[in-house]
């Protein structure tokens, strides 16, 4: 069941950030993704031994008995399922303050993230100055032309740094590293943003155990789908961030990606997920794996949300090397959106994606809206070495979090942590810890990693290089993470939109946008009109109260 958790098609996909050793033959064969089934998936462990359910709650305690039943209605019904911008125009009307709204979501995460039969544990902790920043916009009110994040409740993978919360990257090891804010989160927070608290995500973002199941994690339990608790994949490892978005415990969450941990949770969701290019967002203060592909993205449940997001966290950090490369400043891209006409666009249709049904619907939503869509075989091209990069990559990475980044703990390197893993192994790593065995064994001299790194990203851009030439395409389609290996190399960037569910089972399924680097603008633009004209998005049904 792990193993099949990792999509494969006409090369390596990744899902999550985890990558996957098989046979040259099963590399090149679409693998059974283990959410095709009603049977529950096989868990050693669901609910957190760590979370502390009294100590998170206690901020919160006398604000919450306030808020009551009827008051939670009144709110629910302009909020629920809202998008940012009906969000601020219910404020500026004065139906809604920021405190209701912060009100609304932790009454939701504690009626249904942790303890109870509908549980998604999908959060791991709660910012406890919530209320009394959601007091102060109140006080302040968001002024003409001020950022449309002003106020809002965001939600942070549990490997992005904040003052507010220890940033555990759900592992137990890191369980008091408290640090500073993150770049993005200064960003978020000088556009006006309420930081909610951390999500729940795969351990060391799904580079840890190699038999884990995606959601794992020692700190947070096992993050469950709300479109079929343990019987649908979450997606890693941005699982929390993906789950808490869908079931409307956030209005908005940022992930991070190495290669499919936005894309991969956003489409297993039923979200709206972006991938941005390498550098357009800040690294800086978040828990590495690889400093050549890692990003930070916005997971949100439509995609003008995802463009305020996005744009809330813009800036140029001249401390993260490509951020500074990429040398791109603020940008609002939320202010683009508003043409759903896609005549005259070129989308790139892979032809050995054409039995899947849902993708074919969508390719056919995207020619009624205007869009001339051309089928192509994709080359089989092999992303070798990619299990190395991530080795390399982390083995350097993580000690110069730790030096730079990291808060009071004692760990310098990943043998450090393995060693202290070992001495409690069943609480703190009761999947094992094989991935990160593999970085301690692994080891390159600077020529060859160079070497590397140029190989993929050669491959990485030929995948998609070859056809946007000889066809004259603006973007290829994929379907949920599908090629999220090849875009990661290439540095390209992708966004996936919800386009349906599986009659099957009801798992969610996304369309995924990729084009060239620093397309966002145009990612955005084009799933905005798939978006407006499909509506496909449909909130889990046990989560609707």
Not at 112 to 124: C, Q
Not at 313 to 320: A, C, E, P, W
Not at 382 to 397: A, C, P, V
Not at 512 to 529: D, G, M, R, V, Y
């Given at each position: 069941?792990?193993?099949?958790?990792?999509?494969?098609?006409?090369?390596?996909?990744?899902?999550?950030?985890?990558?996957?050793?098989?046979?040259?033959?099963?590399?090149?064969?679409?693998?059974?993704?283990s959410t095709d089934t009603v049977q529950e998936l096989d868990f050693k462990?669901?609910?957190?031994?760590?979370?502390?359910?009294?100590?998170?709650?206690?901020?919160?305690?006398?604000?919450?008995?306030?808020?009551?039943?009827?008051?939670?209605?009144?709110?629910?019904?302009?909020?629920?399922?809202?998008?940012?911008?009906?969000?601020?125009?219910?404020?500026?009307?004065?139906?809604?303050?920021?405190?209701?709204?912060?009100?609304?979501?932790?009454?939701?995460?504690?009626?249904?993230?942790?303890?109870?039969?509908?549980?998604?544990?999908?959060?791991?902790?709660?910012?406890?100055?919530?209320?009394?920043?959601?007091?102060?916009?109140?006080?302040?009110?968001?002024?003409?032309?001020?950022?449309?994040?002003?106020?809002?409740?965001?939600?942070?993978?549990?490997?992005?740094?904040?003052?507010?919360?220890?940033?555990?990257?759900?592992?137990?090891?890191?369980?008091?590293?408290?640090?500073?804010?993150?770049?993005?989160?200064?960003?978020?927070?000088?556009?006006?943003?309420?930081?909610?608290?951390?999500?729940?995500?795969?351990?060391?973002?799904?580079?840890?155990?190699?038999?884990?199941?995606?959601?794992?994690?020692?700190?947070?339990?096992?993050?469950?789908?709300?479109?079929?608790?343990?019987?649908?994949?979450?997606?890693?490892?941005?699982?929390?961030?993906?789950?808490?978005?869908?079931?409307?415990?956030?209005?908005?969450?940022?992930?991070?990606?190495?290669?499919?941990?936005?894309?991969?949770?956003?489409?297993?969701?039923?979200?709206?997920?972006?991938?941005?290019?390498?550098?357009?967002l800040s690294r800086g203060g978040i828990v590495p794996i690889s400093?050549?592909?890692?990003?930070?993205?916005?997971?949100?449940?439509?995609?003008?949300?995802?463009?305020?997001?996005?744009?809330?966290?813009?800036?140029?950090?001249?401390?993260?090397?490509?951020?500074?490369?990429?040398?791109?400043?603020?940008?609002?891209?939320?202010?683009?959106?508003?043409?759903?006409?896609?005549?005259?666009?070129?989308?790139?249709?892979?032809?050995?994606?054409?039995?899947?049904?849902?993708?074919?619907?969508?390719?056919?939503?995207?020619?009624?809206?205007?869009?001339?869509?051309?089928?192509?075989?994709?080359?089989?091209?092999?992303?070798?070495?990619?299990?190395?990069?991530?080795?390399?990559?982390?083995?350097?990475?993580?000690?110069?979090?730790?030096?730079?980044?990291?808060?009071?703990?004692?760990?310098?390197?990943?043998?450090?942590?393995?060693?202290?893993?070992?001495?409690?192994?069943?609480?703190?790593?009761?999947?094992?810890?094989?991935?990160?065995?593999?970085?301690?064994?692994?080891?390159?001299?600077?020529?060859?990693?160079?070497?590397?790194?140029?190989?993929?990203?050669?491959?990485?851009?030929?995948?998609?290089?070859?056809?946007?030439?000889?066809?004259?395409?603006?973007?290829?389609?994929?379907?949920?993470?599908?090629?999220?290996?090849?875009?990661?190399?290439?540095?390209?960037?992708?966004?996936?939109?919800?386009?349906?569910?599986?009659?099957?089972?009801?798992?969610?399924?996304?369309?995924?946008?990729?084009?060239?680097?620093?397309?966002?603008?145009?990612?955005?633009?084009?799933?905005?009109?798939?978006?407006?004209?499909?509506?496909?998005?449909?909130?889990?049904?046990?989560?609707?109260?």
């Amino acid at each position: 069941m792990r193993k099949t958790a990792l999509l494969l098609l006409t090369g390596i996909m990744f899902i999550g950030c985890k990558s996957d050793q098989k046979s040259e033959q099963e590399l090149t064969e679409i693998q059974a993704d283990s959410t095709d089934t009603v049977q529950e998936l096989d868990f050693k462990l669901v609910d957190s031994r760590y979370i502390d359910n009294d100590s998170l709650w206690a901020p919160f305690e006398a604000d919450l008995a306030e808020f009551s039943s009827e008051v939670y209605e009144e709110v629910k019904a302009l909020v629920f399922e809202k998008s940012i911008p009906q969000i601020q125009e219910s404020v500026a009307k004065g139906d809604l303050s920021y405190e209701d709204l912060a009100l609304f979501y932790l009454t939701r995460i504690m009626e249904y993230d942790r303890n109870n039969d509908l549980s998604l544990n999908s959060v791991i902790s709660l910012n406890p100055d919530l209320l009394k920043g959601a007091q102060a916009k109140d006080k302040a009110g968001r002024k003409p032309g001020q950022h449309p994040i002003f106020g809002i409740p965001v939600l942070l993978k549990d490997n992005i740094n904040t003052g507010a919360m220890p940033t555990t990257a759900g592992a137990e090891a890191l369980k008091n590293n408290n640090t500073q804010d993150a770049f993005i989160v200064e960003r978020l927070k000088a556009n006006g943003a309420l930081i909610l608290g951390k999500a729940n995500l795969s351990e060391w973002a799904y580079f840890f155990c190699e038999d884990c199941p995606s959601g794992y994690s020692a700190i947070g339990g096992q993050t469950l789908n709300p479109y079929g608790r343990k019987i649908l994949d979450t997606g890693g490892s941005s699982s929390g961030s993906g789950v808490a978005v869908a079931a409307n415990f956030a209005p908005v969450a940022v992930g991070s990606e190495t290669s499919g941990s936005i894309l991969s949770p956003s489409s297993q969701n039923s979200i709206v997920g972006l991938k941005p290019t390498i550098g357009l967002l800040s690294r800086g203060g978040i828990v590495p794996i690889s400093s050549t592909l890692d990003t930070p993205g916005p997971m949100t449940k439509n995609v003008i949300d995802n463009a305020i997001l996005l744009s809330a966290m813009t800036g140029l950090d001249k401390s993260d090397p490509a951020s500074k490369a990429a040398g791109k400043k603020s940008a609002d891209y939320f202010k683009e959106l508003t043409n759903t006409d896609l005549t005259g666009k070129r989308f790139g249709a892979i032809k050995a994606l054409m039995e899947d049904t849902l993708y074919v619907r969508a390719l056919n939503d995207l020619r009624n809206a205007g869009a001339t869509i051309v089928e192509f075989e994709a080359e089989d091209i092999k992303l070798s070495d990619f299990l190395r990069l991530l080795n390399l990559d982390m083995k350097k990475d993580l000690p110069e979090y730790f030096k730079n980044y990291g808060g009071n703990v004692a760990f310098k390197n990943v043998k450090d942590i393995v060693d202290y893993n070992l001495k409690d192994s069943v609480n703190r790593a009761p999947y094992g810890q094989e991935l990160f065995l593999g970085i301690i064994r692994d080891s390159a001299g600077a020529e060859e990693f160079a070497g590397i790194k140029k190989t993929l990203k050669e491959n990485g851009t030929r995948f998609f290089e070859k056809p946007m030439k000889e066809y004259n395409l603006d973007a290829v389609l994929s379907i949920n993470n599908y090629h999220a290996g090849f875009a990661a190399v290439a540095k390209y960037p992708a966004i996936t939109v919800p386009m349906g569910y599986a009659k099957e089972n009801n798992k969610p399924m996304g369309l995924t946008f990729i084009s060239k680097p620093f397309s966002e603008q145009n990612l955005l633009n084009w799933a905005f009109a798939f978006e407006q004209t499909t509506n496909r998005r449909k909130t889990p049904v046990d989560y609707n109260e």
